[in-house]
């Protein structure tokens, strides 16, 4: 299966996960946190993969006397993307098999038990917007 243009290879994951642990870098930064003892070879590559995240819309590049590079994608976001595309790839678009996988194998707390069912009934589409905000006041 053809990747699409947006998929994120591991190599820029790690790019990503510099910028969003340390903010707005320039490459030589991005660099030595990758490959604390680089060469010019490894400059190359994380230049190139800044290349492909810019294109992607996934960083942002402030040109000056050094370019510095910022994530533009939130780390949650990609989360989400990542984990439709395996629902949809795996479980048929269904979230079921996915959650009740997770939850059988690494189990919940009794607080994450908690925060799951209010998250599930805030989010629940029979309810109104009026009905969700007096649950949020209470």
């Given at each position: 299966?053809?990747?699409?243009?947006?998929?994120?290879?591991?190599?820029?994951?790690?790019?990503?996960?510099?910028?969003?642990?340390?903010?707005?870098?320039?490459?030589?930064?991005?660099?030595?946190?990758?490959?604390?003892?680089?060469?010019?070879?490894?400059?190359?590559?994380?230049?190139?993969?800044?290349?492909?995240?810019?294109?992607?819309?996934?960083?942002?590049?402030?040109?000056?006397?050094?370019?510095?590079?910022?994530?533009?994608?939130?780390?949650?976001?990609?989360?989400?993307?990542?984990?439709?595309?395996?629902?949809?790839?795996?479980?048929?678009?269904?979230?079921?098999?996915?959650?009740?996988?997770?939850v059988q194998v690494r189990g919940l707390s009794e607080k994450d038990r908690q925060a799951l069912r209010r998250?599930?009934?805030?989010?629940?589409?029979?309810?109104?917007?009026?009905?969700?905000?007096?649950?949020?006041?209470?």
């Open positions: 299966m053809a990747r699409t243009p947006q998929d994120i290879t591991d190599a820029e994951l790690a790019v990503l996960q510099v910028l969003w642990d340390k903010g707005p870098l320039p490459i030589r930064r991005i660099t030595d946190q990758l490959y604390p003892e680089g060469k010019t070879a490894q400059y190359a590559t994380v230049q190139k993969l800044l290349e492909r995240l810019e294109s992607k819309a996934c960083v942002s590049r402030e040109r000056g006397g050094v370019n510095i590079y910022a994530a533009m994608i939130d780390r949650d976001d990609l989360v989400g993307r990542r984990l439709q595309a395996v629902a949809e790839k795996l479980c048929g678009g269904s979230w079921t098999p996915l959650l009740t996988h997770l998250m599930i009934d805030d989010f629940d589409p029979r309810k109104t917007k009026k009905e969700r905000r007096g649950k949020e006041q209470s």
